[in-house]
């Protein structure tokens, strides 16, 4: 049997095959089974149902990033701000190319690139 486990605010944690009768035993406390296969990165689960993400509204003009979910997580080229705000201005001091990730569970992340 296939099966999926998530936490309690949807997040998908992990997905499996067992043999039937022992998918009770695949969730730890505090998560939850479904008995079916979701994508770690594009699902969750709602009301006990597999669900696609919605997407994430976050844009990106110029150097300020809008319509940020809030809170979410800002990554620029891997380093990790917290963000508390619908509007971020990004300040590059030197030339180069940064990948910019927002993430917001249960939204899909949203990448963007910058070159200065």
Same mark, same amino acid.
């Given at each position: !049997?296939?099966?999926? +486990?998530?936490? $309690?605010?949807? =997040?998908?944690? =992990?997905?499996?095959?067992?043999?039937?009768? !022992?998918?009770?035993?695949? #969730?730890?406390? %505090?998560?939850? !089974?479904?008995?079916? *296969? $979701? &994508?770690?990165?594009?699902?969750? /689960? /709602?009301?006990? @149902? +597999?669900?696609?993400?919605?997407?994430?509204? #976050? *844009?990106? *003009? %110029?150097?300020?990033?809008?319509?940020?979910?809030?809170?979410?997580?800002?990554? /620029?080229?891997?380093?990790?701000? &917290?963000? &508390?705000? #619908?509007? @971020? &201005?990004?300040?590059?001091?030197? /030339? %180069?190319?940064?990948?910019?990730?927002?993430? #917001?569970?249960?939204?899909?992340? $949203?990448?963007? *690139? +910058?070159?200065?």
């Amino acid at each position: !049997m296939n099966f999926t +486990i998530h936490n $309690a605010a949807g =997040r998908i944690l =992990r997905t499996g095959f067992c043999p039937d009768g !022992m998918e009770v035993l695949q #969730a730890k406390d %505090g998560e939850s !089974m479904v008995p079916d *296969t $979701a &994508d770690l990165d594009k699902h969750h /689960v /709602v009301d006990g @149902a +597999i669900t696609e993400r919605p997407g994430n509204p #976050a *844009t990106l *003009t %110029g150097n300020t990033l809008s319509d940020l979910p809030c809170p979410c997580v800002v990554r /620029v080229n891997g380093r990790e701000y &917290d963000c &508390d705000e #619908a509007t @971020a &201005d990004l300040l590059f001091t030197h /030339v %180069g190319t940064y990948k910019i990730t927002v993430s #917001a569970f249960p939204y899909l992340d $949203a990448t963007f *690139t +910058i070159t200065k």
